[in-house]
């Protein structure tokens, strides 16, 4: 994919596909969104709107780090590392733990983040894949 377009951001097409499994049950949604993404020195980015909040991923090679901006909301995945994150609800914020067990950052190969992690909220502990499919519009 070639980063280039207005002030240096292209159109993208962004597809998000998690699997989360909890106890004994298994979630899976599918998400499409229009964004754009550009490359700094540092990270890869991605930004898009989702139902009015502003999301963006700043992607590394083995760090990624995605934040919701309206709703205030953040998480860390570094690989094979912890990290504290934070997690707004109607109720407040809510901090949790991540483990991430992989990051396979194929963004300048094949346009593809593939994310898996364990997420700790309280006593709740979820097991997570989140797929992310970049598509030049």
């Avoid at 969104?33 to 909040?53: E, F, R």
């Avoid at 590394?60 to 780090?65: F, T």
């Avoid at 919701?68 to 609800?89: D, F, I, P, V, W």
Wanted: aromatic share 6%.
């Amino acid at each position: 994919m070639t980063l280039k377009n207005i002030e240096g951001k292209t159109p993208v097409g962004i597809t998000i596909e998690s699997i989360q499994k909890t106890g004994g049950e298994c979630l899976e949604n599918r998400f499409e969104y229009t964004g754009v993404m550009y490359s700094k020195p540092d990270a890869v980015y991605l930004v898009y709107d989702d139902n009015g909040d502003k999301c963006s991923l700043k992607v590394q090679d083995d760090r990624v780090l995605m934040n919701r901006h309206n709703g205030a909301s953040r998480l860390e995945l570094e690989s094979n590392a912890q990290c504290l994150s934070s997690y707004q609800t109607s109720c407040g914020t809510l901090e949790v733990v991540t483990r991430t067990s992989r990051i396979d950052n194929k963004i300048s190969r094949q346009n593809l983040l593939e994310l898996h992690y364990e997420l700790e909220m309280g006593q709740v502990l979820s097991e997570n894949i989140i797929k992310i499919k970049i598509k030049e519009i």
